[in-house]
């Protein structure tokens, strides 16, 4: 008995909780069968161990298996069990905040000019005035032939160049332009006589003083402080497309009883 209390002393120290000895020990109680049974891993527990009977606890005669701690959580300074489980549905994403987009400034160059009963807005290409040898001058006194109108136009104020400011912060974008102009040819008609119609000779002067597009070439129109409009291709245009002329002419023939009459 002595022996046997010592080696569980032994064991105790070592931290054995289970042993199997060799060759069978004088005066050591029998072994328990669960004992043989491989072991299983160890599965983390949390809850609280059950205390083992007095009676079995302070038998001397069977060994006591060693109890397995249990893990308990400990929580960290400033965080409680609320803010540590997050739901995903109550996650929020932030709200993205996106930039306006701002359009660039147009870039073009437009020349009012006075014929007859007539006001011409004639859009520069290369950005400066027409010439009295250039191409497209020559083409505009023909087209002004043809009309039945002066083919010396009288030039009205100065060219608008757009934009207006190569730097700055100021807004340059297409309905300014559109404004711009507009309120330029106003104000310049009404320093001159009365016309009956106003021509939009290329793309930049009918979009911007028109308030169109390439599908109102060499039709008629109405706008607003401005009063009718007739809406012709760009000079550089006719020259590069001369099957252009034709519907040109055609729509002349239509549109020139207007300014023949008299305002």
Do not use: H
Not at 40 to 66: G, H, I, Q, T, Y
Not at 125 to 142: F, N, S, V
Not at 227 to 242: I, K, R, S, T, V
């Amino acid at each position: 008995m002595i022996a046997e209390l010592r080696r569980r002393a032994y064991l105790s120290a070592m931290q054995v909780a289970s042993w199997l000895p060799r060759v069978e020990l004088p005066f050591a109680a029998p072994s328990r069968p669960e004992l043989l049974q491989p072991a299983e891993p160890d599965v983390p527990v949390a809850v609280e161990p059950v205390a083992a009977p007095v009676s079995e606890a302070a038998s001397p005669s069977r060994p006591e298996p060693r109890a397995e701690r249990p893990k308990i959580e400990v929580p960290r300074p400033g965080i409680t069990a609320r803010s540590v489980k997050v739901d995903a549905v109550d996650e929020v994403a932030p709200p993205v905040v996106t930039k306006p987009v701002v359009a660039p400034p147009p870039r073009f160059a437009l020349q009012l000019l006075r014929a007859g009963d007539c006001a011409l807005l004639v859009e520069l290409p290369t950005g400066e005035p027409l010439q009295g040898r250039d191409p497209a001058y020559l083409l505009l006194k023909d087209l002004l032939r043809a009309a039945g109108l002066p083919d010396s136009p009288q030039l009205v104020g100065e060219p608008v160049r757009w934009p207006l400011l190569a730097r700055g912060s100021m807004d340059q974008g297409p309905q300014v332009a559109l404004d711009y102009v507009q309120s330029f040819i106003a104000a310049r008609l009404e320093e001159q006589p009365p016309c009956s119609c106003l021509w939009l000779v290329g793309l930049p002067a009918i979009r911007f003083a028109g308030d169109a597009d390439a599908e109102a070439y060499n039709r008629e129109m109405q706008i607003d402080e401005l009063g009718a409009a007739w809406a012709l291709p760009g000079l550089e245009l006719l020259m590069d497309e001369p099957e252009r002329k034709a519907e040109l002419w055609q729509a002349m023939r239509r549109v020139r009883q207007r300014w023949l009459a008299g305002p």
